[in-house]
């Protein structure tokens, strides 16, 4: 007995809420985080910034460990261990007096927070198929956008009242953060479900175990995959470009108000919070294919680029217009966002195989963790040759990463490129199954496979 069921999963709305929690203690903390250890440590802001880069590219050896465990012991259980690090080191940050003590505790968090996305993403693929992953990916997203701007907006006004001792306040406000996330996310539970483009099946019998070692392999050997990975580096550049590279664009090249720059920030927030679930929607409801959704987000980006060059060229005198051309720039770019970062997400998600899928997006996370390396060295190494120089780039950048997942998409599996409808399966009754009519028909049912696409 099979029941068709809407792709509503009992206990989704805990993934979203959590994010926005997530979001609020990390807006309340991100903003101020140089700052923040600045006046704990007394270390000046170039050491500083070096010990959270050394430990940030030192967190993303720990990926492939975290991936090896999510395939082993489950996304859900994998978070808790990584929120209770994180819980721990927010904690333990504001005690961290000593430049080992610093090191040695931001290298433990980095590592946490480079492995976070990863098990998330996983946990997205466990509770969700179908369309129903691009709907709870798209709701995540927005969720946790709204939280960074009211824990910034938190922030701001905590340490407007109480000072620098606001900073630690910060660090435990994420640390609390992180903790009521976890409670948050009980009620989320993995179902058995099965994708079909037609009537109902019966469940897919439950994928063989695989060889501990052999998960890295076959992500190695999975040419396709490996195309996305790296065209999602080359679109994870221009997510870096609205925090490192529009702030010295504005200031040292346009010569414009700083004010611009915090502008840029807040709207770009705002519409991500409002806009992102209604413009998810309308891209599911429009039938697009993941592969041309990411790909027309990234050409969004190219436009939003070009549209900086010719601003960086013309350099107009007036505030006024340049404000307002960047308002446009911002909301082309912020749309690209939105079209791009779902399907983007679940197109990885579903392409990889569920039985290694935390491998897989482990191996997929850096694309993002590397990118946010080497985007500050990079962007500020070409604006000194030019200040249109590094949008020149990302303009390249974002139509190569397009044009890989246009060429790649027939090589993906079918159900990764455009969703298919959602089977939820709950468990039979006991006496239904032991020589009830439905065994036989259960049986036969069962002997049919799994219905994952295969690669040429």
Known sequence: MVERKSERIPGEWALPVTAAVNGIGTGMYVPFTLVFFHAVTGLSFTVVGAVLTATGLAGIAVLPLAGTAVDRYGAKQVQYVLYGIRVAGFALYPFAHSLPAFAAVALVTAAADRAFPAAQQSLIGEVASGAGQDRLQASTRALQNAGNGAGALLATLVISLAGSAGYTYAAWGNALSFMLAALLLRPL?????????????????????????????????????LVVTGANFLNALSYSALSVLFPLFMVEW?????????????????????????????????????????????????????????LGTVRPASDVVLGGAMVAVVVVYTLGELIHSPAAQVLAVAAAPEAVRGRYLA?????????KAVAPSLFTALLALDGRAPWAVLVVTSAVAAALLIRTESRLPAEAVRPLPTTVVRPLPATVVQGGA????????????GTRGTRP
């Not at 079909?196 to 392999?217: E, F, I, K, L, Q």
């Not at 191996?363 to 990118?371: E, G, K």
């Open 363 to 371: 191996a997929y996370q850096m694309s993002w963790s590397l990118a």
């Open 189 to 225: 539970r993995p179902l058995r479900r099965v994708r079909t483009a037609g009537a109902p099946t019966a469940p897919a019998p439950a994928a063989a175990p695989r060889p501990s070692g052999a998960g890295y392999r076959l992500v190695l050997a999975d040419r396709p995959f």
């Open 254 to 310: 346009l010569h414009g108000p700083s004010v611009l720059t915090g502008t840029a920030f807040t709207l770009n927030t705002v519409l991500c919070a409002v806009a992102g679930v209604g413009v998810g929607a309308r891209v599911r409801g429009a039938g697009a294919r993941r592969t041309r959704a990411a790909a027309l987000g990234g050409g969004l980006f190219a436009t939003a680029f070009a549209a900086q060059i010719v």
């Open 438 to 449: 439905a065994a036989p028909a259960l049986a036969a049912a069962e002997g049919d496979g």
